[in-house]
């Protein structure tokens, strides 16, 4: 599809509202596309997100719950974290992985990358499909206290149609390897 490839928001000045290891916020003042003055806030992360839906020989796979601080709520989710940005990102998935669930996998494959929430943020997020699993001992990191459960692949799309499962990058995971399958490309 053709776009215009020319930004309509004009950049007059900028300040750097908070910084710290993991985001930094920069306000914008700006002249926007209908040619008004006004402000644009955004969040730049200093991290991929990865997420990683393990799935066995059964087609059982893993969600990892725990209490989110932002939300003030409980959440199951696909493992999940941040892999730094020099850094390959299947390396960091399959730390993650290893450190969430005890998991480590034999194959795997890249099926979605996608921004979260590109109105205010600039978070790039790549989704993984792991096979061929291994049980080994999980090493989460200390601010995390997880749940980890196995279930079947079904039930968990399941909870994903119900609204049982917000976490965007677990939505579209478990969407993305229902179409697969679906399909007749697992």
Not at 79 to 84: C, F, M, R, V, Y
Not at 98 to 106: I, N, S, V
Not at 141 to 159: A, G, I, N, S
Request: proline content about 5%; some cysteine; charged content about 20%.
């Amino acid at each position: 599809m053709q776009h215009p490839e020319e930004n309509p928001w004009k950049v007059t000045d900028q300040k750097v509202i908070y910084d710290n290891p993991w985001i930094n916020v920069t306000e914008y003042q700006v002249i926007n596309p209908s040619g008004n003055s006004g402000i644009y806030g955004k969040v730049h992360f200093k991290n991929f997100a990865i997420g990683i839906l393990p799935l066995d020989d059964n087609m059982n796979t893993y969600l990892v719950g725990q209490y989110r601080f932002v939300l003030g709520q409980y959440s199951w989710e696909i493992p999940e974290g941040g892999g730094h940005l020099g850094v390959d990102p299947i390396a960091s998935a399959k730390r993650e992985l290893l450190e969430e669930t005890g998991l480590k996998a034999e194959n795997w494959t890249e099926i979605q990358r996608m921004h979260l929430s590109n109105s205010v943020c600039d978070e790039l997020s790549i989704l993984y499909l792991a096979r061929g699993l291994q049980q080994f001992e999980a090493e989460p990191e200390d601010t995390e206290q997880l749940m980890v459960h196995k279930l079947p692949f079904e039930d968990v799309y399941q909870m994903v149609c119900r609204g049982e499962i917000t976490d965007a990058m677990t939505v579209a995971a478990v969407l993305k390897v229902r179409l697969l399958i679906v399909e007749g490309q697992l």
